[in-house]
């Protein structure tokens, strides 16, 4: 009889298992920067009350006062219907209105109010902030290089200037009904 205890440390030719090795790539790294922009940008205008969504539609608007819903829905790429839940929310913060087109009765122009233009320029200057903080590990040449690889990036994948791709899948908030 003996009195030792059998042996339960693993052979050696099982490596204990390590650490994985950390994902690289220029893929993962666009997707882990722009889920952290994302998540801090939203932080900030959420200051003001705004979503990140909700500061696209305004800055589209601005930049075509006067553009339908119904256009504003096809260059998103959305259906109507999620355009008109946007601008019901920002209607009701008294940040845009709807104006009946003098050339179709039916559509609604849409419009930036005062209130709206002002809160504009509160999300341009935290934006700004905000840029500036993500990229302040690069100097101005670097930052404009940056930029024009991005610009070719984006062109080649075909994504629509100045359009979050987000809008196609915002999800309403169990709070309040509305997208986030």
Same mark, same amino acid.
């Given at each position: 009889?003996?009195?030792?205890?059998?042996?339960?440390?693993?052979?050696?030719?099982?490596?204990?298992?390590?650490?994985?090795?950390?994902?690289?790539?220029?893929?993962?790294?666009?997707?882990?920067?722009?889920?952290?922009?994302?998540?801090?940008?939203?932080?900030?205008?959420?200051?003001?009350?705004?979503?990140?969504?909700?500061?696209?539609?305004?800055?589209?608007?601005?930049?075509?006062?006067?553009?339908? !819903? &119904? %256009?504003?829905?096809? =260059? +998103?790429?959305?259906?109507?219907?999620?355009?008109?839940? /946007?601008?019901?929310?920002?209607?009701?913060?008294?940040?845009?209105?709807?104006?009946?087109?003098?050339?179709?009765?039916?559509?609604?122009?849409?419009?930036?109010?005062?209130?709206?233009?002002?809160?504009?320029?509160?999300?341009?200057?935290?934006?700004?902030?905000?840029?500036?903080?993500?990229?302040?590990?690069?100097?101005?040449? !670097? &930052? %404009?290089?940056?930029? =024009? +690889?991005?610009?070719?990036?984006?062109?080649?994948?075909? /994504?629509?200037?100045?359009?979050?791709?987000?809008?196609?899948?915002?999800?309403?908030?169990?709070?309040?009904?509305?997208?986030?």
């Amino acid at each position: 009889m003996s009195d030792r205890q059998p042996d339960t440390t693993p052979p050696a030719s099982d490596p204990a298992p390590g650490p994985a090795s950390a994902p690289r790539g220029a893929a993962f790294l666009l997707a882990q920067i722009g889920a952290h922009a994302a998540g801090r940008f939203a932080e900030r205008v959420g200051d003001l009350g705004l979503t990140p969504a909700d500061v696209g539609l305004l800055r589209m608007i601005a930049g075509r006062p006067g553009r339908s !819903q &119904r %256009a504003l829905a096809e =260059d +998103l790429g959305v259906v109507p219907s999620r355009v008109v839940t /946007l601008i019901d929310s920002l209607e009701g913060k008294g940040l845009v209105e709807r104006r009946r087109s003098a050339e179709d009765r039916r559509n609604h122009e849409l419009h930036l109010t005062a209130e709206g233009r002002r809160t504009l320029g509160a999300v341009s200057r935290k934006a700004a902030a905000h840029e500036d903080d993500l990229l302040a590990a690069l100097d101005p040449a !670097q &930052r %404009a290089q940056l930029l =024009d +690889l991005l610009e070719r990036v984006a062109t080649q994948q075909e /994504l629509t200037p100045g359009v979050h791709p987000g809008y196609r899948t915002l999800q309403k908030s169990p709070r309040s009904g509305r997208p986030e």
